[in-house]
């Protein structure tokens, strides 16, 4: 699986949009982006995934470069439960049986 | 629906003992995966487990072996434990061959001393 890049911290003030970018230059064609995030001391949640188009679901929003190189996560109105870590994955297939390759993630902070 | 399920939340071996920790996976989810947390890094990928047989397996020693029981729970056990396997253990449940993402339990938090 091609490798990502997040930057490992970031702010964000309650009730604006947290924009969370993800490299992964070396993306092959068969390769999905997929976003989960971990609160503390909880299990990862899944969050969103893409192959080349932009989704949206009630939780997120997904843009995906047209080179796909990199993408960016967005949280439209973040709130305080929103603190977490946050982790870009990319992997072959929407299968859920291949394993995850997580990276460090990045540590999102909403503050008041 | 109860999601994923971990058991125990919490537990303390002494080095060298061995340990046992126990999965259940969402209803409907044949596929189970777990995966080793250490403190402030992300999951690593320890074996997946489908069919009663691991299919996949991450750079792990052989002291991490596995088991699938024919309700499709699991259970990881870790031989000779180290000070170094301290950590959180997730387990992960999905169905084998539909598209869907990865349901994760809360883990299980193993303190070795």
């Known amino acids: 699986d091609a490798k990502t890049t997040q930057p490992p911290s970031m702010d964000c003030a309650e009730g604006r949009a947290a924009n969370l970018p993800c490299n992964h230059s070396?993306?092959?064609?068969?390769?999905?982006v997929y976003w989960y995030r971990q609160i503390h001391s909880q299990g990862p949640q899944y969050i969103i995934h893409g192959l080349k188009n932009n989704e949206t679901n009630e939780m997120a929003s997904l843009i995906i470069t047209e080179d796909r190189k990199s993408s960016t996560l967005i949280l439209p109105h973040a709130t305080l439960r929103d603190t977490a870590v946050y982790y870009c994955i990319v992997r072959v297939g929407r299968n859920a049986g291949n394993m995850l390759t997580f990276g460090g993630g990045t540590r999102l902070m909403v503050k008041p | 629906d109860a999601g994923v399920t971990q058991s125990p939340t919490h537990l303390i071996k002494t080095r060298g003992q061995q340990v046992t920790l126990r999965c259940s996976p969402k209803?409907?989810?044949?596929?189970v995966s777990w995966y080793q947390q250490a403190l402030g890094q992300g999951p690593q990928f320890i074996f997946q487990?489908?069919?009663?047989?691991?299919?996949q397996r991450g750079n792990f020693p052989d002291r991490f072996s596995g088991h699938q029981f024919p309700n499709y729970s699991s259970e990881l056990n870790v031989n000779a434990l180290l000070l170094g396997d301290s950590a959180l253990y997730l387990c992960?449940?999905?169905?084998?061959?539909?598209?869907?993402?990865?349901?994760f339990g809360q883990g299980t938090r193993l303190t070795v001393v």
């Open positions: 992960a449940s999905s169905p084998y061959n539909l598209n869907t993402e990865a349901f």
């Open positions: 487990y489908y069919e009663e047989e691991e299919r």
């Open positions: 209803s409907g989810h044949d596929t």
């Open positions: 070396t993306i092959s064609g068969n390769e999905y």
